[in-house]
């Protein structure tokens, strides 16, 4: 089945694994390239093969092809799933009017011009990837990531194609600690276990914490050992789609900020945190990312 997703221009499907992409086979779950994205995305207790590609123009739009028969309905989950991860309605216009009064975000603008958030396209995954992530660098994190899909998760193969599922929470609920560890996930193979077991039990419910207003949900996760604010503010990011939760004190952000003579442009986003300013700072976000990776593949 085939189906189309309109994205708000511009969009630039290739900037992303370009900048984010740091191993060309090592980015499970999913496999991304400048021109298609595929994965198994788990529909009704089912994996579907799924591939995405992008006819880019001034009227951009994603390609979505599920390689096995699903219902309409099904077919309309997954393609909310996809549009909500490729934030395809997310408006960048009101972000780029906003960097056109700084000269360096201007520049990076206009540089990076389309590049838009890539979030998760399920909760659990998400704060088991964000989990991960923590005190380690990207490259390092997408290698702990891969080998966390190899050991547990799915995986499909297709003529010449092969897709991936991220692990569900029942198998990470009832993994040994030795194969855990054997991912070289270290102390974090404990927090992962006990978070998949609270899932599976009911005693973490995602469509609760959607509910819940921000501060809510990190003192809800913070209860975990080794889960704390960065770790509960990215999740509010890329877990629940919160554009305007990222943390501002993480370290790469400030980075970025100080790279880019951009602190009065972080504060006003920081003490003027308006529905209106929201969006603006979910797609700031992605920039100032994107800044030090153009920063590093430039040096090459």
Same mark, same amino acid.
């Given at each position: 089945?085939?189906?189309?997703?309109? =994205? @708000?221009?511009?969009?630039?499907?290739?900037?992303?694994? *370009?900048?984010?992409?740091?191993?060309?086979?090592?980015?499970?779950?999913?496999?991304?390239?400048?021109?298609?994205?595929?994965?198994?995305?788990?529909?009704?207790? /089912?994996?579907?093969?799924?591939?995405?590609?992008? *006819?880019?123009?001034?009227?951009? !739009?994603?390609?979505?092809?599920?390689?096995?028969?699903?219902?309409?309905?099904?077919?309309?989950?997954?393609?909310?799933? =996809?549009?909500?991860?490729?934030?395809?309605?997310?408006?960048?216009?009101?972000?780029?009017?906003?960097?056109?009064?700084?000269?360096?975000?201007?520049?990076?603008?206009?540089?990076? !011009?389309?590049?838009?958030?890539?979030?998760?396209?399920? &909760?659990? %995954? @998400?704060?088991?990837?964000?989990? $991960?992530?923590? $005190?380690?660098?990207?490259?390092?994190?997408? !290698?702990?990531? /891969?080998?966390? $899909?190899?050991?547990?998760?799915?995986? =499909?193969?297709?003529?010449?194609?092969?897709?991936?599922?991220?692990?569900?929470?029942?198998?990470?609920?009832?993994?040994?600690?030795?194969?855990?560890?054997?991912?070289?996930?270290?102390?974090?193979?404990?927090?992962?276990?006990?978070?998949?077991?609270?899932?599976?039990?009911?005693?973490? /419910?995602?469509?609760?914490?959607?509910?819940?207003?921000?501060?809510?949900?990190?003192?809800?996760?913070?209860?975990?050992?080794?889960?704390?604010?960065?770790?509960?503010?990215?999740?509010?990011?890329?877990?629940?789609?919160?554009?305007?939760?990222?943390? %501002?004190? /993480?370290?790469?952000?400030?980075?970025?900020?100080?790279?880019?003579?951009?602190?009065?442009?972080?504060?006003?986003?920081?003490? *003027?945190?308006?529905?209106? #300013?929201? &969006?603006?700072?979910?797609?700031?976000?992605?920039?100032?990312?994107?800044? #030090?990776?153009?920063? *590093?593949?430039? !040096?090459?």
């Amino acid at each position: 089945m085939v189906a189309t997703i309109r =994205v @708000s221009s511009p969009y630039d499907f290739g900037l992303y694994p *370009k900048l984010f992409v740091h191993q060309e086979c090592a980015f499970l779950p999913f496999l991304y390239s400048p021109a298609r994205w595929s994965r198994l995305v788990e529909l009704e207790d /089912d994996f579907v093969p799924t591939i995405v590609t992008c *006819k880019c123009g001034p009227d951009p !739009k994603l390609c979505l092809w599920s390689m096995t028969d699903v219902s309409t309905s099904s077919m309309k989950i997954l393609k909310n799933k =996809v549009a909500a991860s490729f934030c395809t309605d997310l408006d960048l216009r009101p972000f780029y009017d906003r960097a056109s009064s700084h000269p360096s975000l201007r520049h990076l603008t206009n540089e990076l !011009k389309g590049l838009r958030p890539h979030l998760s396209l399920d &909760p659990f %995954e @998400s704060l088991i990837k964000v989990i $991960v992530r923590q $005190v380690v660098r990207a490259t390092t994190a997408q !290698k702990l990531i /891969d080998n966390l $899909v190899r050991k547990f998760g799915n995986s =499909v193969r297709d003529d010449e194609d092969i897709y991936f599922s991220f692990p569900t929470p029942e198998t990470l609920a009832t993994a040994h600690k030795r194969d855990l560890l054997d991912c070289r996930i270290g102390y974090k193979w404990n927090v992962i276990r006990e978070v998949s077991r609270d899932v599976v039990e009911g005693n973490l /419910d995602f469509e609760q914490l959607r509910q819940l207003p921000d501060e809510e949900v990190v003192s809800i996760l913070s209860e975990y050992k080794w889960i704390g604010p960065w770790t509960s503010r990215v999740f509010l990011y890329d877990g629940l789609h919160r554009l305007n939760a990222y943390p %501002e004190f /993480d370290i790469s952000i400030r980075r970025a900020t100080a790279g880019l003579q951009l602190g009065g442009t972080l504060r006003e986003f920081e003490s *003027k945190r308006s529905s209106t #300013l929201q &969006p603006l700072w979910g797609a700031m976000v992605s920039y100032l990312f994107g800044s #030090l990776w153009t920063s *590093k593949l430039s !040096k090459h």
